[in-house]
T-cell receptor
Framework: QQQVKQSPQSLIVQKGGISIINCAYE??????FPWYQQFPGKGPALLIA?????SEKKEGRFTISFNKSAKQFSLHIMDSQPGDSATYFC???????????FGEGTQLTVNP | DGGITQSPKYLFRKEGQNVTLSCEQN?????MYWYRQDPGQGLRLIYY???????QKGDIAEGYSVSREKKESFPLTVTSAQKNPTAFYLC?????????????FGPGTRLTVL
């Protein structure tokens, strides 16, 4: 099974701080790396995504950093807010189809 | 409103019973997916379908079955062969399979075996 490893499992950050979640993958055929945000009792929603031909993508307070040689990518949440408290999943998709492989998830808590 | 609907939101089942979870989308998406979510294990793919009347096993298909008779519908049956069915089940859909298209998720069904 193709794997995506995510860390940390849980993260507590103070309001205004930077939240950083890391993921590592094994399959060099992965060509699309999305991050999903999930609130309790809801389905995940796409937050931001990156392709391996760029090293960074920024959308508002959310940034993906991508290191192709290390097979790692990370999500940075700047100026973290209590409303960002949720579970975050990284994922990866191979070139052979549409299925995504998800990381284990990170439960983020932003304290006021 | 366009989107994905799953029903019921909560479902209780006795051991030994089959149960079917509904998933409907009006986004005109070609591909549909079923995931299982357990604490600390992320989302694991059960089955997916890229076109009507065709579907493929995911990573944890044992004890589950699906059908794709219509483009907008992809029901999941949890059979009595599934040994640990209590979980949160998520349905998703996306446009044409081979592209950088977003997967949209439904609100989920929480299944509890009594």
């Amino acid at each position: 099974q193709q794997q995506v490893k995510q860390s940390p499992q849980s993260l507590i950050v103070q309001k205004g701080g930077i939240s950083i979640i890391n993921c590592a993958y094994e399959n060099t055929a992965f060509d699309y790396f999305p991050w999903y945000q999930q609130f309790p009792g809801k389905g995940p929603a796409l937050l931001i995504a990156i392709r391996p031909d760029v090293s960074e993508k920024k959308e508002g307070r959310f940034t993906i950093s991508f290191n192709k040689s290390a097979k790692q990518f990370s999500l940075h949440i700047m100026d973290s807010q209590p409303g960002d408290s949720a579970t975050y999943f990284c994922a990866a998709r191979g070139t052979s189809g549409s299925r995504l492989t998800f990381g284990e998830g990170t439960q983020l808590t932003v304290n006021p | 409103d366009g989107g994905i609907t799953q029903s019921p939101k909560y479902l209780f089942r006795k051991e030994g019973q089959n149960v079917t979870l509904s998933c409907e989308q009006n986004l005109n998406h070609d591909a549909m997916y079923w995931y299982r979510q357990d604490p600390g294990q992320g989302l694991r793919l059960i089955y997916y379908s890229q076109i009507v009347n065709d579907f493929q096993k995911g990573d944890i298909a044992e004890g589950y079955s699906v059908s794709r008779e219509k483009k907008e519908s992809f029901p999941l049956t949890v059979t009595s062969a599934q040994k640990n069915p209590t979980a949160f089940y998520l349905c998703a859909s996306s446009m044409a399979p081979r592209s950088y298209n977003e997967q949209f998720f439904g609100p989920g069904t929480r299944l509890t075996v009594l």
